[in-house]
């Protein structure tokens, strides 16, 4: 009887199509993790949320050590380009498991993080909450712009002052 170890190890796709060799990867029934991060980009000159891959043209698939799992088809696959491969015998290093957890793990904190495009309207009140020289100070939100800053109004030295600022770096007044 010959027993198999599964380990994780690191596939690379070509240019932007990652989705696409995750999707094809899953119809032949490879087990796949692909991490993703919501992030802010500019569509069409508005602020939009969307989700992309953490490490882009990168993923990991769960395989044994060649006896059960047939790793031929995988460099035939739709948008996979093929395993990462390093050292002296050119082989596929394996991804210790706890690495996939802990990559899990964050995962689930950045999506919980995630930027609320609709959290704050022009007008509304708010104050910065970073560790910058402004922390704690109120402001006035005016609007998002680019990729990831927004623009508020804030008051210096009896002076309003427009001031682009990350938009995870504010909440709400209270």
């Not at 596939?11 to 490879?30: C, G, I, M, N, V």
């Not at 000159?45 to 769960?62: A, N, Q, T, W």
């Not at 910065?128 to 927004?150: C, M, T, V, W």
Request: charged fraction near 25%; proline fraction near 6%.
């Amino acid at each position: 009887m010959v027993t198999t170890q599964r380990s994780w190890y690191l596939l690379t796709s070509r240019p932007r199509q990652d989705a696409l060799a995750e999707e094809q990867l899953l119809k032949q029934e490879y087990e796949v993790y692909r991490p993703l991060a919501q992030c802010l980009r500019a569509r069409r000159g508005k602020m939009l949320s969307v989700v992309e891959s953490l490490f882009p043209r990168y993923m990991f698939i769960h395989l044994d050590d060649g006896v059960e799992d047939n790793w031929g088809p995988i460099r035939s696959t739709r948008g996979v380009v093929g395993f990462v491969r390093f050292g002296i015998r050119n082989l596929p290093p394996p991804i210790p498991e706890k690495f996939i957890l802990a990559l899990k793990a964050a995962e689930s904190q950045l999506a919980e993080r995630a930027i609320d495009l609709d959290r704050f309207h022009n007008g509304d009140v708010v104050v910065i909450d970073n560790d910058g020289p402004f922390k704690g100070l109120p402001a006035i939100f005016q609007h998002y712009d680019g990729e990831q800053r927004s623009f508020v109004m804030l008051e210096i030295l009896h002076k309003m002052t427009k001031l682009a600022i990350s938009p995870a770096d504010l909440r709400a007044a209270a």
